[in-house]
């Protein structure tokens, strides 16, 4: 029954490693996002694929790679992880643009912690 | 560019009392979506209630409720008879019509005291 899911729910790693972060929705939505919380609670979007194509690319640095394998999932890896990489991401998803609804619904996070 | 403004980063309400969390924005657009999500300690991202700002009457949901202003760029939110389970943070979120990224603000810590 799950909306919006993500794996892993908790991640601890050491600085330098790589890791990805996995998200499905079964929803039937054709757009899918990815955000990153920091530690002050601010939400900065970072990546949006609609029906697999990058259409949002903030500035984010190019360790990060969105992957969408299909319109239900879209995986975030992580290359040579930093510090300041530690934080919530969130996975999210929504119908196309200018289609009905346009709310985002949220998977329940992946909390990052670089050592 | 779309900005999001929640002047109020904590509050606090007596259980069953009325609170209401102040949010403006600024756009060029005329058309657009406004939200309210909530985040409570589970971190769950939940959406509380949304307005499309083509519609002038005022969103509710239950106890939810909201005050949208258009000329003034202002969608507070009113939640009345507070509950212990409306412990959280709350963000406002903007989104144009053509648009699929949402603006956030910075969101309100809001506590219910018992």
């Known amino acids: 029954d799950t909306a919006v899911s993500q794996t892993p729910k908790y991640l601890v790693t050491q600085m330098g490693n790589d890791k990805s972060i996995k998200c499905e929705q079964n929803?039937?939505?054709?757009?899918m996002y990815w955000y990153k919380q920091d530690s002050k609670k601010f939400l900065k979007i970072m990546f949006s694929?609609?029906?697999?194509?990058?259409?949002i690319n903030e500035t984010v640095p190019n360790r990060f790679s969105p992957k969408s394998p299909d319109k239900a999932h879209l995986n975030l890896h992580i290359n040579s992880l930093e510090l300041g990489d530690s934080a919530v991401y969130f996975c999210?998803?929504?119908?196309?643009?200018?289609?009905?609804?346009?709310?985002?619904?949220f998977g329940p996070g992946t909390r990052l912690l670089v050592l | 560019a779309q900005t999001v403004t929640q002047s109020q980063p904590e509050m606090s309400v007596q259980e069953a009392e009325t609170v209401t969390l102040s949010c403006t924005y600024d756009t060029s657009e005329n058309n657009y979506y406004l939200f309210w999500y909530k985040q409570p300690p589970s971190r769950q991202m939940i959406l509380v209630i949304r307005q499309e700002a083509y519609k002038q009457q005022n969103a509710t949901e239950n106890r939810f409720s909201v005050n949208f202003q258009k000329a003034a760029k202002s969608f507070s939110l009113k939640i009345s008879d507070s509950q212990l389970g409306d412990t959280a943070m709350y963000f406002c979120a903007f989104m144009t019509i053509t648009g699929n990224q949402f603006y956030f603000g910075t969101g309100t810590s809001l506590t219910v005291i018992p």
């Open positions: 929803l039937g939505h054709d757009t």
């Open positions: 999210a998803s929504s119908h196309l643009p200018g289609g009905p609804g346009k709310t985002q619904y």
């Open positions: 694929y609609n029906n697999k194509e990058l259409i």
